[in-house]
């Protein structure tokens, strides 16, 4: 099955020749390895490059075991580079190799060599590559299927597509499986097998319980405000398990490092300014959340909310959780302070959007207090209210606009209509 992730093969096109290193990264299965080795050397192939110029190394694959020394993986490119023709150097999971920072800045004053690797969640953070290549590197992030690129590889109807999406999210590898049961073991192994001992062999957790009861509750509240004290507490009260603020956070920071979650920060929209705690905690694959839940806890309203989160992340949009806050006079005529809340502020350079998630509208209350928010906002950005609903997109006499969460998904200027 090919799938063309359009968004990903430009970026990695766009940055050829640009004197850095590119590094993609994502969590496991996300398909690191076949934009690097299918999409963009075939986008290459397409465009003249013959195939000996483009230089594939899987270091997963046994075969290729030796080429994990340094010294025998530089002996090896350097062997089949023959000319003063540009080479395209494609290395998956760089990070099984030693030192492998000083092979890659071996090339970087080379001028007809042109350098991609993939890096694991497991030993290549993005942190990792701030530090390690100093600016010499360029990260781009390739995160599961979203529903565009889902629904190209299905014959589903668009709304039972989506009901698949929010059940067993967006790993490639998902769309190969047709019953639900294959579907869900796949999920549930992958959690388990992979992401869990990825992060317990990287930060060398000996002690696992804590970390799995916390992924638990995470699983359980997402987009749900919560910090480090309100976790520690609910660990006390529900688990009878002691477990300092300190600990709790070094933890959630481990679970978002691997990209299997992504935080989102509070931000005063009147202030313009950013609150430091609490957080909201989204996952980037709704299929590897349920599986932790063992597929029990279906909220449409949280699921279709985090599937929006990622829709806006995929899109290159910084997403922080909008805050407005209020002095209104009760009905005894006391002022008293509020805050309404905006599910999502998205900002990309001079673009900002304020979105609401609102999986139903059903009465006119309901309308309003989705409306809260938005109405109380007086600057000139663009507000939305997404819906779970087909409905045509319509903008009120407060300029808000209400879209179909398939219109939002699906149309790529979206939120432009």
């Known amino acids: 099955m090919r799938i063309e992730r359009k968004i990903y093969l430009d970026k990695v096109v766009e940055s050829r020749h640009n004197g850095m290193i590119k590094i993609i990264t994502g969590v496991r299965r996300s398909g690191k390895s076949y934009l690097l080795f299918d999409l963009f050397a075939d986008w290459l192939e397409a465009e003249g490059v013959s195939s000996d110029h483009i230089i594939k190394i899987d270091l997963e694959n046994r075969r290729n075991k030796s080429l994990r020394n340094p010294d025998n993986l530089l002996e090896y490119i350097d062997a089949k580079m023959i000319d003063k023709e540009m080479y395209y150097i494609l290395i998956d999971e760089i990070q099984l190799v030693d030192e492998f920072e000083d092979v890659l800045n071996s090339y970087l004053k080379i001028k007809n060599v042109d350098v991609y690797v993939t890096g694991s969640n497991a030993r290549f953070l993005s942190k990792d590559v701030i530090t390690t290549f100093r600016g010499r590197g360029e990260e781009i992030k390739v995160f599961p299927l979203n529903f565009r690129e889902f629904m190209s590889a299905t014959d589903k109807s668009t709304e039972l597509a989506f009901e698949e999406f929010m059940t067993y999210g967006g790993l490639p590898q998902v769309l190969e499986y047709k019953s639900e049961e294959r579907k869900a073991e796949y999920l549930k192994a992958l959690f388990a097998e992979t992401y869990i001992t990825d992060i317990k062999e990287r930060y060398n957790i000996k002690h696992d319980e804590e970390l799995e009861i916390l992924l638990d509750i995470i699983s359980s509240n997402i987009g749900c405000l919560t910090n480090p004290s309100k976790l520690a507490n609910t660990f006390l009260s529900e688990k009878k398990v002691k477990l300092s603020d300190k600990t709790i956070k070094n933890y959630l920071d481990y679970i978002c490092d ?84 905006v599910d999502f502020v ?13 999986y139903r509208l059903d009465s006119d209350e309901t309308v309003a207090q989705e409306q809260n928010s938005l109405r109380n906002i007086d600057d000139s950005f663009k507000k939305i209210v997404i819906v779970g609903n087909p409905i045509l997109v319509e903008r009120d006499n407060n300029g808000i606009t209400t879209m179909s969460v398939y219109d939002f998904l699906l149309k790529e200027n979206s939120l432009e209509l």
């Open 258 to 341: 691997s990209f299997l979650v992504e935080k989102s920060q509070r931000y005063d929209i009147k202030g313009k300014k950013y609150i430091d705690t609490p957080y909201k905690y989204y996952f980037v694959d709704l299929g590897l959340r349920n599986a932790r839940l063992n597929f029990r806890q279906l909220e449409k309203t949280h699921m279709m909310e985090n599937i929006i989160y990622n829709e806006l992340r995929v899109r290159g949009f910084n997403v922080d959780v909008g805050i407005v806050p209020l002095v209104i006079r009760d009905e005894n005529g006391n002022q008293k302070r509020v805050s309404y809340e």
């Open 346 to 358: 998205a900002n990309k350079g001079n673009r900002r959007y304020y979105i609401q998630s609102a």
